[in-house]
């Protein structure tokens, strides 16, 4: 799934970096949201245990910073169990408290789908669940479809806050 999914975060963030241009934005990694083991606690340490289930950091995981304004973009896939995307909300829970109190508001994630997720009606009741739930930040599923492309994605990022009008 990690080369597949590469390939989606790549079409995914060139979009993301030519839309933000668009609005006057200019988006850059910011490796200090990513919690790197260089920087910070293996990920086995950063582990917690919580009853049955121990959650750690996506193994694949981006981050992006929009400027001038203090906006932060993770971005993550998950696949069709629940630990991907328990690690995912862990992640970002770990970001969010790093983060300064007036900041916290401007963290959004963006989780990425695997393809062919777009004709799949569990994916997209899935898709629902997320993005009604608020806990942390904003979330937004991107479902592909079996063979993505830059308008799809186009399409996707309407319905974030980079909505062209």
């Given at each position: 799934?990690?080369?597949?999914?590469?390939?989606?975060?790549d079409?995914?963030?060139?979009?993301?970096?030519?839309?933000?241009?668009?609005?006057?934005?200019?988006?850059?990694?910011?490796?200090?949201?990513?919690?790197?083991?260089?920087?910070?606690?293996?990920?086995?340490?950063m582990?917690?245990?919580?009853?049955?289930?121990?959650?750690?950091?996506?193994?694949?995981?981006?981050?992006?910073?929009?400027?001038?304004?203090?906006?932060?973009?993770?971005?993550?896939?998950i696949?069709?169990?629940?630990?991907?995307?328990?690690?995912?909300?862990?992640?970002?829970?770990?970001?969010?408290?790093?983060?300064?109190?007036?900041?916290?508001?401007d963290?959004?994630?963006?989780?990425?789908?695997?393809?062919?997720?777009?004709?799949?009606?569990?994916?997209?009741?899935?898709?629902?669940?997320?993005?009604?739930?608020?806990?942390?930040?904003?979330?937004?599923?991107?479902?592909?479809?079996?063979?993505?492309?830059?308008?799809?994605?186009?399409?996707?990022?309407?319905?974030?806050?980079?909505?062209?009008?």
């Amino acid at each position: 799934m990690n080369n597949d999914l590469a390939g989606l975060a790549d079409l995914l963030e060139s979009e993301l970096v030519a839309r933000a241009k668009r609005c006057g934005w200019k988006a850059a990694p910011n490796p200090a949201l990513l919690l790197a083991p260089a920087q910070n606690p293996t990920n086995a340490e950063m582990a917690l245990p919580l009853g049955e289930a121990t959650y750690e950091l996506p193994p694949f995981r981006r981050a992006l910073g929009l400027s001038p304004a203090t906006v932060s973009i993770l971005l993550c896939g998950i696949d069709d169990g629940e630990a991907s995307y328990r690690s995912a909300l862990w992640w970002t829970g770990l970001v969010r408290s790093g983060l300064a109190p007036a900041q916290r508001s401007d963290l959004h994630l963006f989780l990425i789908a695997p393809s062919g997720a777009l004709d799949d009606a569990s994916w997209r009741g899935r898709r629902s669940r997320i993005e009604s739930d608020d806990r942390f930040c904003r979330k937004f599923l991107w479902l592909p479809s079996a063979e993505p492309n830059p308008t799809e994605v186009g399409a996707f990022l309407d319905r974030t806050f980079l909505a062209t009008p």
